[in-house]
């Protein structure tokens, strides 16, 4: 599978996107980095341990989260990616706002990785066309405020492919080339455990349209349920990490073109680990 132009190469393994969330209030790590400083530090840390591109996000979408001013999630963003991109390291912006990704794209960004599938803002279409950047659309029905009450499906697998095909559709005939396009299927969003799993165990549906699928998983809500203790207790977030990495070995066995974690290292073991399979066969 040949990525879009803009985006890093392997024949090794699956791509692996670090996160990097400077935002306050992230379901995960939100408030660790929201120092400049802190934040380029821990972006050239998962560098060094394998990323192939950092995923620079200045918006919380976790579930319930509220919504923060464009001029507030640029003021986040812009500097870190213009510092990483000076450093030779490339950079997705995490946002679904068509003025942040401009801006993003002008200080060195070189992805957009929309949430929204590209629902969110009208213009975001134009943006990433007159860019010719790479474009993730994810799956999305509504805000993170909204989100749980749109988990209404009669087949989740069905219903998420002919969505995410819609949104390619429209991306396309706005003059976005075929080719610049990558799909997630939003896990979690819009989605409770059960779709999750079943959109995992028909990731094939996906990857079978021929467009690069990225799968983010990483130390989501549903693993903290499967993981829960005798009382019921959801495990942890950040004790999520080995199966995390399960999901990526999982992916990459299973045809994905990348995962978006938190944690570089054990993740790009496990797409190694997964590359070293497949070469066997």
């Known amino acids: 599978m040949t990525p879009p132009s803009g985006l890093p190469e392997r024949d090794d393994r699956l791509i692996v996107m670090g996160v990097l ?8 790590d939100g408030g660790r980095y929201t120092d400049l400083e802190d934040a380029v530090g821990h972006a050239l840390q998962m560098s060094r341990q394998g990323a192939d591109l950092i995923d620079v996000g200045g918006e919380s979408t976790r579930p319930g989260a509220g919504r923060v001013p464009a001029d507030e999630e640029a003021r986040r963003v812009l500097p870190v990616i213009r510092q990483l991109a000076e450093e030779r390291i490339v950079v997705s912006v995490d946002t679904y706002r068509a003025a942040v990704a401009e801006q993003a794209i002008e200080a060195g960004a070189r992805v957009v990785n929309d949430v929204s599938g590209g629902l969110g803002d009208a213009d975001m279409a134009r943006v990433v066309r007159d860019a010719g950047c790479p474009w993730v659309l994810m799956h999305w029905r509504g805000h ?28 396309v005939a706005a003059g976005v080339r075929p080719e610049q396009l990558l799909l997630d299927p939003g896990l979690g969003f819009a989605k409770n455990a059960r779709h999750n799993w079943a959109l995992l165990a028909h990731l094939d549906a996906l990857v079978s349209t021929g467009i690069p699928v990225l799968i983010g998983s990483s130390r989501k809500s549903f693993l903290g349920s499967l993981l829960a203790d005798p009382n019921g207790t959801p495990r942890p977030t950040a004790a999520r990490e080995d199966a995390t990495t399960a999901l990526t070995t999982f992916s990459a066995l299973n045809g994905a073109w990348g995962v978006r974690v938190h944690e570089v290292r054990p993740n790009v073991d496990a797409a190694l680990v997964a590359a070293a399979i497949e070469a066997a066969k």
Not at 21 to 28: A, L
């Open 21 to 28: 969330n400077v935002t306050p209030d992230s379901f995960s």
């Open 144 to 171: 993170s405020s909204d989100m749980a009450a749109l988990a209404q499906y009669d087949d989740v697998v069905i219903e998420v492919r002919a969505e995410l095909l819609s949104r390619v559709d429209e991306a």
